[in-house]
Each structure stands twice: as C-alpha cells, then as structure tokens.
C-alpha cells in the first residue's frame, strides 16, 4: 500500500478533527504542519507527533514529497491557499465553506481544473455515519420519494475570535452552519434535483456586543422535483453542538439526532472533563459523545480523500460541491437583504 504524506495548513479547531479522523485511517501519514505561527505549528506538531512544522506557506508548498495538503486554514485564506496551491501542482482537500462567495469558489475551481489536480470538499455531515445511512435508505426506496427535509445545526456561538467578524468569514450563523445543511438536503434529494430557488431570514438577536452578523437564520430551499427543505441555524442554543435532520417523502420518515441522544448519560458534581463540542458546562446532567471524528463524519471523509488521492479517482465532495453551496448561500443573503425569493441559476 502507497502511504499518502499529509500536509497539514492550520494548527486550530478543525485540524485538529482532521487528525482526530486521520489517526484512523490506514496508509497516510501527515509528515508537516504548517501555522501562521510558529509556537502555534509547534505546539500543535508535538500534541500530533507530526515530524515538522513551519510557519513558512511558501516552503511547505514547494515540497515534492507531500501527497496531499489539507486546508485547515480560516475562510479568509480559502481561496488565496487554494490557488497557490494549484500552481504547484498540489492535490488539496478544502475545509468548509469552499469560497465566502460564489466568486472565491470558481476561482477556486478553475485553479485546481488547470492544474488538474485532485480537490475534496471537506463537508462532514454527508459522510457522517447517521446521514449517509439516511441516504442508503433513501435510495434502497423506503422513503418513497423525498418531499420535505428539515436540517438544524446550532450552538453557543464561535469558538475563535476571528469567526465573530462578518468581514472575515463572509458572513454569520448562515455562512458558518449552513452548508452543512445545505448539502445535507442536497445529499437527501439528490444532487439531480437541484435547488432552483430560496428564501431566507436572519437577523442579531443575542450577540449584539461581539458580531454584526447575523446570529439566526432561516432558510427555506425549493428543489426542481418540488420538493421543499428548510435550514435552521442558530449562534444560540445552549448545552452543546444541536445537530438534527428530518427527512419526509411519501412513503415515511427518517430522523437523526447524533448529538442530543448520544448512548451514554451521567451526572457530575465535580465535571467531566471534556463532554461535546461547545458544550457550555461538564457537571450536573451531561451527555458525553464518544469518538465525534466518527459520528460528525470526519473520519470517514479523511479515508474517503486519502483513498481517492491513492487510486486516482475523483472525490464524491469536491470543489464543484462547494461551489453550489456557495451559491445557495449568497442567494441566502441576497434574499435577507431584498426580503424576496431569489432564484438560483
């Protein structure tokens, strides 16, 4: 088995899923962390075992011995990361969203198609286990056909600092949840039955003190079959990550809930220790996820690329994924703005 050698670009949240996720997968070995800061590519490469780092981007792209690079970087960099990699000639795997806008993304896309490089979109909730059981029902016909889903993701608000600034990341609650659910409905009805058009609201309700983002949101997406989803995304729910999906059609119903019906309950007058993702408190009652690289889906997402990367076959989530999301997203907030349906080409 060729082993494929990992660069990792970020040293915060999501890189470490990333290696939560790669730890588990056969084959690969990440061989270089790269962070805007040099404690920070430290820090994190000792905690992994990760044999170098670097705070020099350029250096760690003109390696020739680096399979495959992950960007774990902040949405502001997305695009800029992605084209420099693309001119070396560097298969890449690109954490959500894809771009901020629908502009970034198809940068990003004809970057990598030049170069003809292999590109992955790093969407976990269509690989997480619960989800991509949901779709073998579907498509084995115990739903009938699909008329309705309901997607929710919500908690707390950001971990980072950065993620708080709208001029950052592109946006708020929407552009930092909503294309998990996005491509979640996409992933249920099926990616031949595209979203023609949307309707969405989103408003500050509590965080009035750190963002001038949106907080909120409410989207409802039509689809060319009829079909109807609608996505709620919050920046205030408290007790953790809320992560659910209904899924209707004509002959039944599927609901997954990883989050808060997770198989193990105890009560603490001391805490826990680490309970879920943004959980707000580890005593009392708690409700401990175990092994969330595999229930959020990042595990299987990280052996997806790195065997794709491996046999030369394209990724199931890849950059033109991303690339749809990006625009339902922007027609999201164009239709927050006009108050309006907006229709998607």
Known sequence: MKVIRIGMLGSGFVANFYMEGLKNVNGQEVVLNYSRSEQRAKEFSDKWNIPECTDDMLGAMERDDIDLYF??????????????????????VCTKPLGRTEEEAKAMI?????????????????????????????ENGGLGRVLWVRSREGHGGPHAQHFWDKELT????LMDLGGHCVEAARYFFGKDDPITE??????????????KAEDNSIMIMRFKSGGVAHIELTWCTRGGLDLRNEIHGTEGS?????TRSTPITAFTTKGTG?????????????????EEAFVYGYQAECSH????VREGKPARENYYDGLEV?????????????????KIE
């Open 305 to 308: 690329f790195v065997e794709c």
């Open 71 to 92: 960007i774990a970087l902040p949405n502001e960099v997305h695009k800029e990361v992605a084209v420099k990699l693309a001119k070396h000639g560097k298969n890449q």
């Open 110 to 138: 004809e970057a990598v198609e030049k170069a003809g490089v292999f590109h992955g979109y790093a969407e976990t909730e269509v690989f997480a286990p619960a989800v991509v059981k949901a779709r073998d029902v579907i």
């Open 254 to 258: 599927i609901f997954t809930d990883v």
């Open 274 to 290: 680490y309970v879920i993702e943004k959980a707000d408190a580890d005593r009392g009652w708690v409700f401990p996820l175990p």
């Open 170 to 173: 592109g946006g708020g609650a």
């Open 326 to 342: 990006a625009k339902i997203i922007d027609a999201g907030y164009e239709s927050m703005k006009e108050g309006k349906w907006v």
């Open 198 to 211: 949307v309707f969405a609201w989103g408003d500050l309700i509590e965080h009035k003190d750190k963002t």
